[in-house]
């Protein structure tokens, strides 16, 4: 984690969190999704007039270009949510965040006094055994199991959805999107959940590519901006990938004059941690082009990466990558408001949202989608 440096992504220097905020009526809240996935509304914006109009889903194909790119990530929700019993007997649920290594995780953890040096039995097999190891400056814990939870978690393991859905989800499948395959998300990036295998043919007969990048949502997307000033809040990293081949035809598609069109706020993540790469940190970190990719396939502003990226995007950043977004509607406070106000700015945003209000639009994670051309 890592304090961002303002005056480098030339940013605005105060931003009021307040200024982030908006009132949404609780019923609007969707509690489960849409069936089919491609029959949610989708709002569509135009930055360049402040137009605002009105479709669903299913409508994508004719509101975009043949020549377009869009680009989805490609991660999997891991049953990360578990129960487990202190040795009091009390009973304690784990939200599984981020692996560490083969047996250390951070996670959430809901529970009285679970302080470091308790022993956790997970109720599903209590020979598994998490001792916490220390307290993660957000109010986290450091979980070290005495073994892998590989294979282990699709047998004791839950979906985790947001604490403002309150349904039961019968299928879990309906909280991943249809192309999802990379394990190790905490959540889903919620805008793909939209797409259907008839809407992907559908996109391809009408000439418009879809690539994939990766990005294990994390933390964050559990966390509100609780600081004053939305600058002093400090953005966790997620693990995050653009191969080279894909980086290739993104660069080929911004040289052409094709809008690359990002499928959610985590893609817009990949896409421009990939054109500021100084933002990708960790051990394992690969930041740039094989020395076997030729010079002319190197050209563009996106570089491929694999690592921890923790770039925080506000108003006032500079996008090199992306060029309309797909995205949901947002909680307030949150970092993605944040990001998409930067996109298509804050005024246009919250005249947006008051218009999704008061047309009954669905909200966050299982609700309706927005288009920003």
């Given at each position: 984690m890592r304090t961002l440096?303002?005056?480098?992504?030339?940013?605005?220097?105060?931003?009021?969190?307040d200024e982030f905020d908006y009132t949404l009526p609780q019923e609007l809240i969707a509690q489960e999704p849409v069936e089919p996935r491609d029959h949610a509304r989708l709002m569509v914006v135009r930055r360049d007039t402040g137009e605002i109009a009105h479709y669903h889903f299913y409508d994508l194909p004719s509101l975009l270009q043949p020549g377009d790119v869009l680009v989805g990530n490609d991660t999997r929700v891991i049953p990360a949510r578990i129960f487990a019993r202190k040795p009091t007997g009390g009973r304690v649920e784990i939200l599984l965040l981020v692996r560490k290594d083969a047996t250390t995780w951070e996670a959430l953890v809901r529970g009285h006094r679970i302080r470091p040096g308790t022993l956790l039995h997970l109720e599903q097999d209590p020979d598994i055994v998490a001792e916490?190891?220390?307290?993660?400056?957000?109010?986290?814990?450091?979980?070290?199991?005495?073994?892998?939870?590989?294979?282990?978690?699709?047998?004791?393991?839950?979906?985790?959805?947001?604490?403002?859905?309150?349904?039961?989800?019968?299928?879990?499948?309906?909280?991943?999107?249809?192309?999802?395959?990379?394990?190790?998300?905490?959540?889903?990036?919620?805008?793909?959940?939209?797409?259907?295998?008839?809407?992907?043919?559908?996109?391809?007969?009408?000439?418009?590519?879809?690539?994939?990048?990766?990005?294990?949502?994390?933390?964050?997307?559990?966390?509100?901006?609780?600081?004053?000033?939305?600058?002093?809040?400090?953005?966790?990293?997620?693990?995050?990938?653009?191969?080279?081949?894909?980086?290739?035809?993104?660069?080929?598609?911004?040289?052409?004059?094709?809008?690359?069109?990002?499928?959610?706020?985590?893609?817009?993540?990949?896409?421009?941690?990939?054109?500021?790469?100084e933002h990708v940190h960790g051990e394992d970190a690969r930041v740039g082009w094989p020395a076997d990719v030729p010079e002319d396939a190197r050209r563009g502003p996106l570089v491929p990466f694999r690592g921890w990226t923790d770039l925080y995007i506000m108003p006032g950043f500079d996008?090199?990558?992306?060029?309309?977004?797909?995205?949901?509607?947002?909680?307030?406070?949150?970092?993605?408001?944040?990001?998409?106000?930067?996109?298509?700015?804050?005024?246009?945003?919250?005249?947006?949202?008051?218009?999704?209000?008061?047309?009954?639009?669905?909200?966050?994670?299982?609700?309706?989608?927005?288009?920003?051309?």
């Open positions: 440096k303002i005056e480098k992504l030339k940013i605005s220097p105060i931003m009021r969190t916490v190891v220390a307290i993660t400056p957000s109010g986290g814990r450091l979980l070290r199991f005495n073994r892998a939870l590989n294979g282990v978690l699709q047998q004791i393991g839950h979906v985790p959805l947001p604490p403002y859905i309150r349904k039961p989800l019968h299928d879990p499948e309906r909280y991943q999107t249809v192309y999802a395959r990379e394990e190790g998300s905490a959540a889903a990036p919620t805008a793909g959940l939209h797409f259907t295998p008839r809407l992907l043919a559908d996109l391809k007969q009408r000439g418009i590519e879809f690539y994939f990048v990766t990005l294990h949502v994390g933390l964050d997307t559990f966390r509100p901006i609780t600081e004053a000033h939305v600058e002093e809040h400090r953005i966790h990293t997620e693990w995050a990938e653009l191969d080279v081949e894909t980086a290739i035809a993104l660069n080929r598609a911004k040289e052409e004059g094709r809008r690359v069109v990002a499928v959610g706020t985590t893609s817009v993540r990949v896409l421009e941690t990939a054109t500021h790469p996008f090199r990558a992306v060029d309309a977004l797909i995205t949901n509607f947002h909680l307030p406070r949150s970092t993605l408001l944040v990001l998409v106000a930067a996109f298509m700015g804050k005024d246009l945003m919250m005249r947006a949202y008051e218009e999704a209000i008061r047309l009954r639009y669905r909200f966050y994670s299982f609700g309706d989608a927005m288009l920003i051309l």
